[in-house]
């Protein structure tokens, strides 16, 4: 702030930080003469402080500061003109409040606005404008626009833009403002009904200007008038959408009522004359821009104002007309410079009185430095009763009272006062004031005020009927402009100049309330003309400002002061006598922190309550060493609160794991305990509870219920095992070894009862034969024990199906015949079998490949007794028996294409396939030769 020259974004982030800092609302008062650039410096610092606020945590945060900044050319368009002294000219007060969260995040604002020159509707000075919007409509509108309002895009058509002579400006493109203004009205949520109903108002506007009277005498000799163009009439009645009649009666006639309070009333219509009927015409006009204005602010706060004021900081921007001077100085120029001399009264207060008084208060060695108080100006404006406004306003109470009469009043007043002046006065001998007019001596130079119109523009008469006219609208936005006035309330409304000196004291009172920042804007020259440099004029400004005199004051005095409880706990971190806590006064806390810096005595001042510190460098090297100890200062804090975190974590991790251990137990008890009651009676079940589930375990138990099912399968094949013969043990292991074999590979019969010896059953035709055959067998080869019996199908060396009975003893597989069951070959030995192959799916065909000279076994095991497959009991009788007799576990496979030899020794190999067939005649197995050969089996 302090290290490079004054900028107005130094300012503005000086602002912002002591915002956060202190948690304190701030202001920023723009002052200087009109046209020294206080609008734009007020855009300016508003642009800066919304870029670097931080952004709200929900999502309205960037349209909040959207909102913010789009206000700027919406209120310029309909609250700025040019002057002769400005081509952007505020022709009102604004004062913006922005909202901010505590975490220093946009969240809101509010505007109030002062005195909008409404007179400038009608009249304009010459070489002037009258305000933005008309000429934006008229330029910016689009075709359709203009022809829907009857108008035409020449400003001169209009009488209220005709007389100034002046319709562009060089440094204004209307036509991009006006789009300017149509996208702010959709920022800020104004409705196209809404923007349609202002576009028509200001058009009547613009009409009603041209409303021309003309004179006559009526009935009763008295002057009276009439309108001359009662079409243009009809077009302001239609877009103002109200009654033509009644509009057009109340442009030249007035209704007055008689009867003293408590008696019956009566209504009189009295004529308007010529003069009195574009008054009347004028205040309508006035009436409805000036509503239209308010209507304006009022929907711009109820969008940006916060739902929480309560919890919010602000940060204030003042920026109101500048002090004017011109030819000929009204009623509106008159209150312009009251508020100008209250601000002015206001810096005094702030930056030269109050701070030498605090000087003295604190009892720091201090020589009184001399300045302007413009305290008994302020007094001579405002001052009751004897106040030029208290003046007026008393004037505006007696019926009889004139101009005149008003500026006679002043001169009797204040006839010994050296800040005023009049004709009457001086006794005429001062040439520069006429009979209408008296001066001001202001703060910023002599002002001399015509008083013509003064008690009219300061009653500020609106004739009722005009009112009633437009209360009876059905254009809902004149609704709210002319709202029906409450019946009971007979109170008599305030002037405007009350009005404005009390909206001036509210801001007074605002502004006093937060912490002041300053921006004078200084005009280089009266020609708006850039790097040009009146130096005269600019030493004018810096007189009467009290620049110098501040300037003084701040060289002989201190750049900061802060109470010593503040200064102890900002900057206690950079002394180790102070840190972390300092248990003597603040104020010997203050030093220790000074004396630890080594800064020198002549920089500092120990106050009774503060601190002062000469020279921005010292507090700059406070702040450095802040900075410095900042990231260890952060260090330990968050060391410390990530400990207590983790603590609290553990804590409630630990409290958890306890709850959640005790809710384990309680409820694997419980479902140990329904196990315990469902299987307590297992073993009294024939089933040894095969066909029993358990009880649908916790999440935590899932596996222990599956470790508990596999117990008691194992359990019940154990207590199922030991039940079986050692017949039918045999068979569960020949059962379980067909299993591991056939398992998710082939289909197989596993449920069916395993016989071995089917030949040996009444199903045999040739039992007795088959009976004798093998007592013969056993006697011949010494075998001992038939291990499978069964017919089946077996392929010749020629490629013949042939029925045969198939029998596997204890060390060979036979062949006989089916019918007299005599052995055609000798057995083949199972120690001879190498590897056993079959077909995937339900084909039957089983091959035993043999070591040569043996031939291989090609067999169809579903021919046999009972018509079923027995592949699967075949090859586990075989494989297990070979496994007994040699210790060699036979390779079983499961393949598409099967290599074989059943024609050793001088056959060749041959293939087979398998395929199967959903033809309704192939009910069993057909084998046909090929190259390779193909066995069709039935797909079911």
Request: no cysteine; charged share 25%.
């Given at each position: 702030m302090y290290e490079r020259p004054p900028h107005l974004y130094a300012l503005a982030n000086d602002c912002y930080r002591s915002l956060l800092q202190n948690q304190a609302n701030q202001c920023v008062i723009i002052s200087g003469e009109s046209g020294a650039g206080k609008t734009e410096a007020s855009k300016i610092i508003m642009q800066f402080v919304t870029a670097i606020s931080k952004s709200?945590?929900?999502?309205?945060?960037?349209?909040?500061?959207?909102?913010?900044?789009?206000?700027?050319?919406?209120?310029?368009?309909?609250?700025?003109?040019?002057t002769l002294r400005n081509d952007n000219s505020s022709r009102f007060g604004k004062y913006m409040e922005i909202q901010f969260s505590r975490m220093g995040a946009p969240v809101g604002g509010?505007?109030?606005?002062?005195?909008l020159e409404k007179s400038r509707v009608v009249a304009a000075g010459q070489g002037e404008r009258s305000f933005h919007i008309f000429y934006q409509l008229l330029n910016g509108a689009s075709p359709q626009l203009i022809k829907d309002l009857a108008l035409t895009k020449q400003p001169e058509t209009y009488a209220y833009l005709k007389h100034t002579g002046c319709f562009n400006v060089p440094t204004i493109n209307d036509q991009q403002e006006f789009a300017a203004v149509l996208k702010a009205m959709k920022v800020l949520g104004i409705s196209e009904q809404d923007q349609q109903a202002v576009w028509r108002l200001l058009a009547a506007i613009l009409h009603l200007g041209n409303v021309e009277f003309g004179s006559f005498v009526n009935k009763g000799g008295q002057n009276a008038s009439q309108v001359s163009n009662k079409n243009v009439v009809e077009t302001v009645s239609k877009l103002l959408l109200c009654d033509f009649q009644s509009l057009l009666t109340a442009l030249t006639t007035r209704s007055i009522t008689s009867g003293a309070a408590g008696r019956r009333n009566s209504v009189i219509s009295c004529t308007l004359d010529l003069q009195q009927a574009v008054y009347s015409r004028d205040a309508l006009a006035k009436a409805l821009y000036d509503r239209l204005f308010t209507w304006l602010v009022g929907r711009i706060n109820e969008k940006i104002r916060s739902s929480d004021p309560s919890s919010i900081i602000v940060l204030g921007l003042l920026d109101i007309y500048g002090f004017e001077i011109f030819g000929k100085n009204s009623f509106e120029q008159f209150c312009i410079n009251y508020c100008n001399e209250k601000l002015q009264q206001l810096f005094i207060e702030l930056t030269l009185k109050s701070e030498q008084e605090e000087y003295v208060r604190e009892g720091i060695e201090w020589k009184e430095i001399q300045y302007f108080n413009n305290k008994p100006i302020c007094e001579l404006i405002e001052k009751k009763p004897i106040g030029i406004i208290s003046l007026l306003d008393e004037c505006c109470l007696i019926a009889t009272s004139t101009d005149a009469s008003f500026l006679e009043k002043l001169n009797k007043n204040f006839a010994t006062s050296q800040f005023y002046e009049s004709a009457a006065k001086s006794q005429?001998?001062?040439?520069?004031?006429?009979?209408?007019?008296?001066?001001?001596?202001?703060?910023?130079?002599?002002?001399?005020?015509?008083?013509?119109?003064?008690?009219?523009?300061?009653?500020?008469?609106?004739?009722?009927?005009?009112?009633?006219v437009m209360q009876t609208s059905s254009d809902g936005l004149l609704g709210q402009l002319f709202p029906q006035a409450n019946a009971n309330d007979r109170k008599r409304p305030e002037t405007a100049g009350t009005q404005f000196r009390n909206a001036v004291n509210s801001l007074i009172t605002a502004l006093l309330a937060c912490q002041p920042h300053y921006v004078r804007t200084i005009k280089p020259n009266d020609n708006k003309k850039p790097s040009q440099m009146d130096h005269e004029r600019i030493k004018h400004q810096v007189r009467y400002l009290g620049l110098l005199e501040n300037v003084r004051v701040r060289r002989a005095g201190f750049a900061n002061r802060q109470?010593?409880?503040?200064?102890?706990?900002?900057?206690?971190?950079?002394?180790?006598?102070?840190?972390?806590?300092?248990?003597?006064?603040?104020?010997?806390?203050?030093?220790a922190i000074l004396n630890s810096q080594s800064v020198p005595s002549s920089e500092i001042a120990m106050g009774k309550t503060k601190v002062f510190i000469r020279n921005p460098k010292t507090l700059f090297l406070l702040e450095e060493q802040r900075e410095k100890k900042i990231p260890f200062i952060v260090t330990i804090i968050q060391a410390h609160v990530r400990g207590l975190l983790a603590r609290l974590k553990f804590g409630k991790h630990r409290a958890a794991m306890k709850i959640v251990l005790f809710y384990k137990t309680y409820k694997s008890r419980k479902w140990i305990k329904k196990v315990i009651e469902t299987f307590a009676n297992v073993s009294k079940d024939r089933n040894f509870g095969y066909h029993w589930s358990f009880p649908e375990a916790p999440p935590v138990l899932h596996n222990a219920q599956v470790l508990l099912t596999k117990v008691h399968r194992c359990w019940w094949s154990k207590m199922l095992i030991a039940t079986l013969n050692a017949e039918q043990r045999?068979?569960?292991?020949?059962?379980?070894?067909?299993?591991?074999?056939?398992?998710?590979?082939?289909?197989?019969?596993?449920?069916?009862?395993?016989?071995?010896n089917y030949l040996e059953g009444d199903a045999n035709d040739v039992k007795e034969k088959y009976t004798a055959a093998m007592q013969l067998l056993f006697q011949t080869f010494g075998d001992q024990q038939i291990l499978f019996a069964d017919f089946c199908v077996k392929i010749n060396p020629q490629g013949t199906p042939q029925k045969r009975g198939m029998v596997v003893t204890d060390k060979n597989i036979y062949k006989y015949g089916p019918k007299d069951a005599k052995m055609h070959k000798l057995g083949t030995p199972l120690s001879v079998v190498q590897t056993i192959s079959l077909f995937p799916g339900s084909c039957p065909y089983v091959v035993c490949h043999c070591e040569a000279p043996y031939r291989d076994l090609v067999l169809d095991l579903a021919q046999g007794i009972h018509g079923v497959e027995k592949y699967s009991e075949f090859v586990a009788t075989v494989a297990m028996q070979i496994k007994l007799l040699t210790g060699r576990q036979v390779p079983i496979k499961i393949v598409d294409t099967i290599t074989y030899n059943n024609s050793r020794p001088k056959g060749a190999d041959a293939q087979l396939t398998a395929k199967p067939t959903s033809d309704p005649k192939v009910t069993t197995c057909q084998f046909k030769k090929g190259k390779p050969n193909v066995v069709m089996f039935p797909s079911k």
């Open positions: 709200a945590t929900n999502a309205s945060g960037n349209q909040i500061k959207d909102q913010l900044l789009e206000s700027n050319p919406l209120l310029e368009a309909f609250g700025n003109a040019k509010q505007i109030t606005n002062y005195l005429g001998k001062d040439k520069t004031l006429d009979q209408s007019t008296f001066r001001i001596k202001h703060y910023a130079g002599d002002v001399s005020y015509n008083v013509a119109y003064f008690l009219d523009k300061n009653k500020d008469t609106l004739f009722v009927d005009h009112i009633n109470p010593y409880e503040r200064f102890l706990t900002r900057y206690k971190m950079i002394a180790k006598e102070t840190w972390p806590l300092w248990r003597k006064d603040p104020k010997s806390g203050a030093s045999a068979v569960m292991r020949q059962k379980v070894f067909a299993y591991d074999v056939f398992h998710k590979k082939k289909p197989w019969m596993f449920a069916r009862s395993w016989d071995n």
